[in-house]
């Protein structure tokens, strides 16, 4: 048997090959496409055939010795002239035809050339193993060839075919070829380049996470090209407080007025020039990598690019493809969803990746030495980079066997606000999470209630907020600047009066009541139901507002009831050192809490039974964050 090299999967073994061939009754079977190629002009002369593929394609053939070495020993040509074309001359003359027995394989039993039919490929699952189904002529071809541009396809094929995935024993062939280091000081020279093109979310964070790597910062080159002016002190922070971290740190900020296919060309150029390189590591800004690890597993898949594989929160939106439209653009493979949502686990042979990825040295400096990896004209630089890759016949995978973080959206960030991460509670809620909700608030939902306090009768104190919330919060109160009187009179108001004022600004007036609403959803319901068994919280409030207790403005407030069936009061600062004083009584029950913490919350009724005032505060500036929860 004769196949191509470099294009081909066997997804059978000898036993079934010979036995499918032996069925043929022929001496010598040839595959078939449905094209005639390379010479159109010979369509006439082929035998018409009422089912199948009806011409001959010379990159798969098997038959009997004595007679292949008969039609090969007719070659008179010289090394680069068609091979398919002198077997086509050979099948076409029906004395030659008949003499050597010669067929087609024209229902794909044997042979399965994809060009023209990738439509009529499937893959078929079967126990312990896969196969490539020809569903036109229910056929299990052992023999895959991607002839022609089917060379992703073909790549597609080869994530299954024949056991390299399965669903009884996953992935096959991850393990293979791993690379593992143990020395440190000899751990590979990694080129760590930073894209921030655009205005991201969470950017202080991502460069925080650059510093805790858990690879030696000696063996790390960084490179950061911020095209960003909003972003120049969160870099100004990043240098001023790691730059021990990272003495060779190369950093290129907007004022060089680079493109970003220029920067991504600069920093990939360094590694090439660079003999000691071992990879260039890229990464986006908009990439949130909770994986300290991520060097060293993409290092130890011992593949020439491969990239984790990264999705938006709770979307489909990921950082690569699965297969390409005929114009090269996006078109879901049927695999996607599950890779992304980790129903298959794996390393993926796929045609785009994009966002964070890792490249070999030796790849740049040989294959890919005199490749422009990012420069093209009218096409986006990761377009460029996926095709010049491709073109070099070299393979992209991403690998989702380890949970490597997740990609941050930036499509609402809006930096004219002082704190915008603020914002993004609805657009990255996990990474606002991590910055703005307390570090203990999840134990507070666990069954030891050790994080639940109850200072008073139904009045429960949790931690709610981060220090950061409470921070930015104050000074985004602060910076809009517009406190109320503290008067009775308030056109903020449905009927232009508060019976027990305070100072202070509503949500609504930062344009942050939505957010606010979605915090109350997602982290106070599940308290109260927890802490008030019986009670379903609708989550809905009007009153939701920030208050300011100074001792020569409003240093207290009056007992009252509050119009909710519910209230909480979060303390934004800290008594002893922000101020003296403060605190809430309440009355029926002569219990007073004297010392708020910051970033914990006071629950309790606010109707009827829970009569309370506000404490005077003698120094300093006190802030609450109080809400008013299903009114």
């Known amino acids: 048997m004769f196949v191509d090299s470099y294009d081909v999967i066997f997804a059978a073994g000898p036993d079934e090959l010979q036995r499918k061939f032996r069925v043929f009754g022929h001496r010598v079977v040839f595959s078939a496409e449905g094209f005639c190629w390379p010479d159109q002009r010979l369509v006439a002369k082929y035998p018409q055939v009422h089912s199948g593929k009806r011409f001959l394609n010379s990159g798969g053939f098997i038959g009997f010795a004595s007679e292949l070495s008969a039609i090969v020993q007719q070659w008179k040509h010289k090394d680069n002239d068609d091979d398919q074309l002198f077997y086509t001359r050979i099948y076409l003359d029906k004395t030659q035809r ?275 990896l990012y420069v093209g004209e009218g096409m986006d630089p990761d377009m460029v980079f996926c095709r010049s890759i491709r073109d070099q016949g070299i393979f992209m995978f991403v690998s989702n066997r380890d949970d490597f973080g997740r990609l941050v959206s930036s499509s609402n960030f809006n930096t004219s606000r002082l704190h915008p991460d603020m914002w993004q509670i609805f657009d990255n809620p996990l990474d606002w999470k991590e910055k703005y909700v307390h570090e203990n608030y999840s134990k507070v939902l666990e069954e030891d209630q050790s994080f639940v306090e109850q200072p008073c009768p139904d009045v429960y104190w949790f931690p709610a907020f981060s220090d950061k919330m409470c921070d930015q919060l104050v000074e985004t109160m602060e910076d809009y600047g517009k406190w109320s009187g503290g008067k009775h009179k308030d056109e903020r108001l449905a009927g232009g009066y508060e019976n027990v004022p305070t100072v202070d600004i509503h949500m609504n007036q930062i344009g942050f009541e939505k957010e606010w609403l979605k915090f109350l959803k997602e982290y106070i319901v599940p308290v109260t139901e927890k802490l008030y068994p019986g009670y379903y919280p609708k989550a809905q409030a009007i009153m939701n507002f920030v208050v300011r207790y100074r001792p020569d403005e409003q240093p207290s407030l009056r007992p009252h009831h509050d119009s909710s069936t519910f209230t909480i009061n979060i303390a934004l600062n800290r008594k002893g050192i922000d101020y003296q004083g403060g605190g809430c009584r309440f009355l029926r029950y002569g219990c007073t809490v004297e010392s708020p913490r910051k970033g914990w919350s006071f629950m309790h009724p606010g109707r009827l039974t829970h009569y309370h005032e506000g404490l005077p505060t003698t120094s300093g500036t006190r802030y609450i964050m109080v809400s008013f929860v299903d009114p």
């Open 98 to 372: 008949t003499k050597y027995n010669m067929t087609l394989d024209h229902r794909s039993r044997i042979f399965q050339n994809l060009n023209g039919a990738v439509d009529e490929v499937v893959l078929k699952f079967e126990r312990a193993k896969v196969r490539a189904r020809n569903v036109a002529y229910d056929t299990l071809p052992v023999i895959i060839h991607g002839n022609g541009p089917t060379k992703l396809q073909l790549n597609y094929l080869s994530n299954y075919v024949p056991t390299a995935w399965t669903y009884e024993h996953g992935c096959s062939i991850c393990d293979d070829d791993l690379l593992f280091f143990s020395d440190e000081e000899k751990m590979p020279l990694v080129y760590v380049a930073v894209f921030i093109e655009h205005a991201t979310p969470f950017l202080e964070e991502f460069l925080d996470r650059l510093t805790t790597l858990n690879y030696p910062t000696t063996r790390i080159r960084l490179f950061i090209h911020n095209n960003v002016v909003y972003h120049e002190h969160h870099i100004q922070r990043f240098w001023e407080h790691h730059r021990a971290l990272f003495p060779d740190t190369l950093l290129v900020g907007p004022e060089e007025n680079l493109q970003e296919d220029q920067a991504r060309t600069m920093a990939v150029e360094a590694c090439k020039k660079d003999p000691e390189c071992d990879y260039y590591f890229s990464i986006d800004s908009d990439v949130a990598l909770t994986n300290p690890d991520i060097l060293r597993i993409l290092i130890e898949e011992n593949k020439q690019v491969i990239a984790p594989m990264l999705s938006k929160h709770g979307k489909l939106w990921s950082n690569f493809w699965g297969a390409l439209s005929p114009e090269g653009y996006y078109s879901r493979s049927e695999d996607y969803i599950e890779i992304v949502q980790g129903k298959r686990i794996g390393l993926w042979n796929v045609p785009y990746i994009t966002q964070a990825y890792l490249i070999k040295g030796s790849i740049l400096r040989s294959k890919l030495s005199q490749v422009n």
